[in-house]
Structure formats: C-alpha cells, structure tokens
C-alpha cells in the first residue's frame, strides 16, 4: 500500500498561483503513475494531471494545459502541481493518487489504487 498526503491548499485571488505537494511513503515501488485529480461541489471527480515515475512523462487535462506544471522529486518520494493563472473554476478539493494505469486509462480515477486526503484550492473572482 501507498500513503500519500497533500498539502499546500489555499485561498488564492484569480490570475494567482499555488504549489500543490504530495508526500508519498509506503509501497511506492509498485506504483509507477502519479496523478492529481479535482472535485468541486456537486461535481463528479475529474483529472488533472499524471506522471510517470520513472520518464517523467506527463499527461494533463485539456482544461489545465499550459497553466498547470506536474512534476517529481523522485529522491524525495514527492510529487508537485504548480498551478498558474488559476481561475475560479479551478475552485475544487485536490487529490494525489497513485496507481498503474495503461496511457489510455491515465485519466480514469478507477484506476488508481492509492489516494490522499485532499487539500482545498479556493480562487476568488
């Protein structure tokens, strides 16, 4: 099993930025995707960012490209999201996972094993 947890949630103004952590221990060997998914309220869960442990390679959803930066700290056992020009929209609880899902299923939560509490991410208009 794998344990993560998130941290550096907030309020924040639109146009501004956040840095979203995830710590993650455990089992990390046998996960070899990390991926960051969002919730607001009333909303279903949606993706927002992967990576792969081992290339680095990232995936992001269309709604983030070019604003959101996912990335690892492999020495660390960390995983980032750097969240630029945030809009309210972006308003929802951020969660780490951590699964092996195919490129095709890298965006679908069910394929993660393993996630985290969630931190909220407020953007006031």
């Known amino acids: 099993q794998v344990h993560l947890v998130e941290s550096g949630g907030g309020l924040v103004q639109a146009g501004g930025s956040l840095r979203l952590s995830c710590a993650v221990s455990?089992?990390?060997?046998?996960?070899?995707?990390m991926g960051w998914f969002r919730q607001a309220p009333g909303k279903e869960r949606e993706f927002v960012a992967a990576?792969?442990?081992?290339?680095?390679?990232?995936y992001y959803a269309d709604s983030v490209k070019g604003r959101f930066t996912i990335s690892r700290d492999n020495a660390k056992n960390m995983v980032y999201l750097q969240m630029n020009s945030l809009k309210p929209e972006d308003t929802a609880v951020y969660s780490c996972a951590a699964g092996n899902p195919i490129i095709a299923t890298m965006m679908r939560g069910r394929e993660y094993v393993d996630w985290g509490q969630g931190t909220q991410v407020t953007v006031s208009s």
């Open positions: 990576i792969i442990w081992t290339s680095g390679r990232t």
């Open positions: 455990g089992r990390t060997f046998s996960r070899y995707a």
